[in-house]
């Protein structure tokens, strides 16, 4: 039974919608400050679908996180001592404390590379917030990291678009399977080990 290869499919022609644009927007907000979605998922097929509108899908991709960065920030500035305890019901806490400690290494820098790699982004921007970092670097730093990003994705998707469909296609019910699997591994090793 193929189940990831008919989702693939219905996200794909969901991508290709009217409102697409707007969802990416949404989403691309919402994963900055509190969803644990990231927007490649639509991004990817929305790519994919129209490879002309990549830079444009980069670009709203990159505006809408970043102000939803800025919505994190504001979380983690004013809301940090009551927010604190439910992150750490929810497993974020050693999360947070290495974040913290990049912070005091590195800076400004640890957003920029946070922006850039799939750690979750929200966990950086409600710490810089909650350390009061200063927030026009931290706005700058947010751009370019979520920029590359998005821009690299979207780009790729553009450029390999026939090919990497054809790809992700072949193999779309062993990678779903396997992302499966590694949730799972992580949730149980979260509810038993923590």
């Keep these: 039974m193929k189940l990831f290869a008919p ?6 022609k969901l991508s290709a919608h009217k409102q697409a644009p707007n969802y990416l927007a949404g989403l ?6 509190f969803f644990p979605i990231p927007p490649d998922v639509m991004l990817i097929p929305m790519s994919l679908a129209k490879p002309d509108s990549w830079k444009y899908f980069a670009l709203l991709a990159t505006i809408a996180s970043v102000l939803g960065g800025v919505l994190g920030y504001a979380i983690g500035y004013w809301s940090f001592d009551w927010l604190q305890p439910h992150l750490n019901n929810w497993g974020y806490q050693d999360t947070i404390e290495q974040t ?27 710490t810089a917030g909650a350390l009061a970092m200063m927030f026009i670097p931290f ?47 992580a949730v149980t090793y979260m509810a038993f080990f923590h």
């Design 7 to 12: 989702l693939y499919e219905k996200v794909l």
């Design 139 to 185: 706005v700058i730093a947010s751009l370019v990291g979520r920029g590359a990003r998005f821009f690299l994705v979207s780009g790729l998707m553009a450029y390999f678009g026939s090919k990497m469909e054809a790809t992700i296609l072949k193999y779309i019910e062993w990678l779903g399977w396997l992302i499966v699997s590694i949730l799972l591994v």
């Design 28 to 33: 691309s907000f919402a994963e900055s400050s």
């Design 100 to 126: 913290k400690n990049w912070f005091a290494e590195w800076g400004v820098w640890v957003v920029f590379a946070a922006g850039f790699s799939p750690i979750p982004y929200k966990v950086f921007t409600i």
